[in-house]
């Protein structure tokens, strides 16, 4: 019988209408019932392009006997990110001060007053690679709300004044602008990787804000350090696999240093930022292939999200067939099979399709070669190779789109 999430018009909250989780809405009745029996609430934030938010769902939210656990001492409540950003922003920051790190699915219990107290993002059903399983944490939850309730409300409520608290004290003094984007940039350039470009270790996000930041921070100062360390990553990303090499679009972020394996899934402000940011790039550097990469990503926004009334898809699926990234990958047979033998061995070597692959016995295309290096070794002339190699990224995208796609929120 399905839920309450029935009534909701989400694709996401849709997703998880037939969840033996007795899932509800944030609304006056879900929140009302919480104080009427009781009962921490359970919050579940998502959306729906999530592959961890569809991986919890299989293992945990399809689980009987945890549905019956969170029926018995919680109330569980659901929210799409993409409809309640506000609720989403205030529990990420929530998740972040509680655990030093943040993702989804947002897992977060609160007390009957929406005061959070204990948080994660992802668990696996039963313990796996050094985390606790979902049923431990629900035992342990509810155990220190029944046992410990004054503790847990103490530390409720101190959670919520340092989020009440300013980032800035009043009257504090801020420094001059340019001494603040010097800071900024020097404080980037400790985690820079200067090997592959971007900040910190593995996983990789783009943060298309922090290159902008280091692109004003290059050309105002005229700190070509900065602009170096923003020319340097991106041109990683455009040749890595976290880059879309036939639809144009970046994936959310790399699961390595290399941004060799992306997560999958597609978002529209990640893909606008950067969009942005590679026109930026291109309007300080003259580079064509920094033009090239702001074309492609807009055409993939234009033709794969944009709804049929103009209005634009906030997410794109990191599955299709049950599978991730099943959309994106190729072998050589394949790529054979619809470019011919000699067009087809050139574009494998090119975009690194092997028979062994990159990811799971596929292969992502990425380049490890430039184009004009390839040229060189082959003793091609580069735009003749271009040439080849744009007619063969039509042909192959062609043969992509009768593929099962991933889903859009829509």
């Known amino acids: 019988m399905p839920n309450r999430l029935a009534e909701s018009t989400s694709p996401y909250l849709l997703q998880h209408a037939t969840n033996p989780v007795e899932w509800e809405p944030w609304d006056d009745a879900s929140l009302e019932r919480s104080r009427r029996e009781d009962k921490p609430i359970f919050l579940s934030i998502g959306y729906s392009a999530c592959h961890w938010c569809h991986v919890m769902e299989h293992e945990s939210f399809l689980n009987k006997e945890i549905a019956a656990q969170l029926a018995k001492d919680f109330i569980s409540i659901k929210v799409d990110r993409e409809e309640r950003p506000d609720l989403d922003s205030v529990y990420m920051t929530a998740v972040q001060n509680l655990t030093g790190r943040g993702g989804w699915p947002m897992s977060v219990f609160l007390t ?72 900024a940039a020097t404080t980037l350039a400790r985690t820079f990787d200067r090997h592959h470009g971007g900040f910190g270790a593995a996983p990789k996000f783009p943060h ?38 036939l639809g144009g679009g970046f994936h959310r972020y790399s699961v390595d240093e290399r941004w060799l394996v992306p997560h999958f899934e597609k978002m529209l402000y990640d893909n606008a930022l950067l969009a942005t940011t590679y026109l930026e790039a291109f309007q300080v ?94 003793a091609i ?30």
């Open 112 to 183: 009957p007053s929406l005061e959070p107290f204990f948080a994660g993002t992802y668990w696996p059903p039963e313990p796996r690679m050094g985390m606790p399983g979902f049923s431990q944490v629900l035992s342990a939850v509810a155990e220190a709300w029944r046992e410990r309730r004054d503790a847990v409300v103490t530390q409720a409520r101190e959670m919520v004044r340092s989020l009440e608290r300013p980032l800035v004290s009043p009257g504090a003094t801020m420094p001059q602008s340019d001494e603040l984007l010097v800071s």
């Open 208 to 245: 298309p804000m922090d290159l902008r930041l280091l692109l004003r921070c290059g050309e105002r100062l005229g700190r070509k350090e900065d602009t170096a360390m923003v020319v340097k990553t991106l041109e990683s990303m455009a040749a890595g696999g976290i880059h879309d090499q």
């Open 285 to 378: 550097t003259g580079r064509q292939d920094f033009s090239e990469v702001v074309t492609s990503t807009l055409d993939y926004l234009l033709r794969d999200m944009t709804d049929p009334d103009g209005g634009l898809w906030s997410t794109q699926d990191a599955d299709s067939e049950g599978e991730e990234g099943i959309f994106y990958v190729w072998n050589p047979a394949n790529i054979q099979q619809v470019l011919g033998q000699e067009e087809g061995a050139m574009f494998s070597y090119l975009y690194d399709v092997t028979p062994d692959g990159n990811f799971e016995g596929q292969s992502i295309l990425n380049l490890p070669k430039t184009i004009d290096q390839v040229a060189a070794m082959r």
């Open 381 to 410: 002339a580069p735009d003749e190779l271009r040439r080849r190699i744009e007619a063969s990224k039509k042909k192959l995208h062609h043969q992509r789109s009768l593929r099962v796609p991933p889903s859009i929120d829509d």
